[in-house]
Every structure is written in C-alpha cells, then in structure tokens.
C-alpha cells in the first residue's frame, strides 16, 4: 500500500501542474553571468609568429593581457530565445575554461562559426577548440595561451581533429598517408610531447554542417580514454592520455575545460556535461 500511495502522489504532482522536476542527470555549464568561468587573454598575435614572446616597437618583451581582465569583451554572453549563448569574438588569442575540475565524463555543447576572422588567420580557416584534461597554468605551449591539455580541434570542415598542448601525450587509432588520419581499423599510434610522431591527429570523417548552422559535439572521456563525437559520428578514439613533468611520465586524465579564442568569431551554446562510470557500451568496441 505504502508503495501505490507513493505513485499516486507522484502522479498528481505531475498532473497538478506542479514545479516538481525528477532530476536531471545533465548539469548545464553556461548561464547569463558566466559564473563557472573564467578568461585568460595572451597576445594580438601576428603573421610570422615563431612561437616566441611578442616584442614592442622598442624590442622589449611584451607581457600577456592576462587572467579575467577580458580585453574588448572578447568573451561574452548573448541570450537568443531566453537561452544564453557564448559569444567569442577571436580578437586576441585566449581562452576561457571552467573553474572546476572534471574526470569520466560525458560533454556535450554545440557551436556556429560568425562572420570575422582576425590576424594572423585572414586568409586561412576559423578555428577555435575544446581542450580536456586542462591543468597547471595558461600560457605553456607554442601559442603561449593555453594550458596543458589534449585538444579537440574545432576547425572549418575538420572538427574533431586530436592535437597535442603543451607536452601532453595519447594513442590515436590511425592509419598514415601524408599525415596520421583516425580510422577504427588503424594502429595505435603515439603522437604528442616527445613520441615523435607530432602532435597531431585528422577526424576521420568531415562531419561539419555549413556555415552559419549549429553543429553539435560531444566528448566522452574515462580514465585515460576519450572520444570526439561529432554530429552523432565517431571521428577521433584516443587513449593512454598522459604528459611528460620533466623527465617523469604522468596521466592526464582529468582537468579543466578550455574553449579557444583563436582569430575567429564563434558562438557556443547547450553546454552540459554528466558523470559517467564508464565507456558506454555502444563506443567500447573504438578501445579493442
């Protein structure tokens, strides 16, 4: 009886019209305010870029913008529909990533690419991305902006794309023809930091929708494993996720998320993120 009266209440509940919600098991990540954020900014950087510190008119070392002073609102927020949306202009390369720390989880956002694009990308592709397992400080690798971390490229008709930050290291299944492609009957391959293989992955399939519509990612990491999911296709199945910390190698399998101001307009939105226990079971056969 105990049992029947209690889903007689839950019913009217819900029938009364009630805010009375179950739970949701998905834990949005954007509001209006930011408030789970926070922003670094590094340079304008310019064509020729050789990867060291910019210098001014008089040669003399020039210093990064800096955290959460947000130059020229370059990260903000525009509400469409009583929903807010990232707004990243790309001005001046930067990022902004969570304050929290994530481990085994399930990610997903979607983006849009605008209008502009800035030097030194004027004549070459928008790109942005979603870099994972962030840690330790902004500025560490040959950008001098982002933290260490493994990225999920978000870039013009090859979103999903793997690369290496900073001296983070993992296995790729791939196959090589001028580059290391991702293929699910490949090889694993050790790319990034000191495997010299590179640091750098293709998507093995271009699943972009035009310019101008939304694309939907997701990011399903576990332990030392991670997939980039786009528009509902597998692109990218990494593992042995790690870093070289002087001569020692470690895991990399937690971290901050970042999202990249790269020299391009972009628009995030529906970013929302869920624990998980493990690799769910319809993507296991991507690890054997």
Known sequence: ??????????????????????????????????????????????????????????????KPIGYNVNKNNVFSVVMEDGQPILKITGEIYGCIFTKQDFANYHLKLKFRWGTKKWVPRLDELKDSGLLYHSQGKCGVEWFRTWMLSQEFQVVENSTGDYWSQSSSMADAKALKDSSYKFNSNGHWTPLGGST??????????????????WNEIELITYGDKSLHIVNGKVVMALKNSRFKDGDVIKPLTHGKLQLQSEAAEVYYKDIMIKPIKEIPAGYAGYFE
């Not at 009266?5 to 949005?28: D, K």
């Not at 010299?196 to 519509?213: S, W």
């Open 1 to 62: 009886m105990k049992k029947i009266s209690a889903c007689l209440c839950l019913m009217v509940l819900l029938l009364s019209g009630t805010s009375f919600q179950l739970p949701s098991e998905w834990t949005p990540l954007l509001d209006k305010n930011l408030s789970k954020w926070e922003t670094y900014q590094s340079f304008y950087h310019k064509v020729g870029y050789k990867g060291k510190p910019p210098v001014d008119s008089n040669g003399l070392e020039t």
């Open 196 to 213: 010299g293989n590179g640091g750098f992955c293709e998507a093995g399939a271009k699943m972009d929708k035009p310019i101008g519509q």
